[in-house]
């Protein structure tokens, strides 16, 4: 079993930033299993933010999102995090930490763990 711990959502001004936390724990976790961030807002499909293997290797949604955010982990702690810079109302979802992808970094079927979400609200 693996738990995710998601942290550090908040409210925020456009153009602001946040930065999320993910700690990964249990006897299942693997120091080689690839982690990343899905966001949901109220009444939208949810979708895919960035990912990043345990060597370093990242994959963002796109050109938008890679410019103004930033994926790491640090497998040490086993640790996630997503520095977000340059926040804007369309941002405002809830943020959901994930590990262990089986298949495409942007399928969230392919993820076997998921965390229960932290919510980063932007205001305009």
């Known amino acids: 079993q693996v738990q995710l711990v998601e942290s550090g959502g908040g409210l925020v001004p456009a153009g602001g930033s946040l930065r999320l936390s993910c700690v990964a724990s249990g006897r299942s976790f693997s120091v080689r299993s690839k982690m990343g961030w899905f966001r949901q807002a109220p009444g939208k499909e949810r979708e895919f933010v960035a990912a990043i293997s345990w060597v370093g290797s990242v994959t963002y949604s796109g050109d938008s999102v890679k410019g103004r955010f930033t994926i790491s982990r640090d497998n040490a702690m086993n640790t996630l995090y997503l520095q977000m810079n340059s926040l804007k109302p369309e941002d405002t979802a809830v943020y959901y930490c994930?590990?262990?992808?089986?298949?495409?970094?942007?399928?969230?079927?392919?993820?076997?763990?998921w965390g229960q979400g932290t919510q980063v609200t932007v205001s305009s």
């Open positions: 994930v590990a262990g992808a089986y298949g495409s970094s942007t399928d969230s079927s392919s993820y076997a763990y």
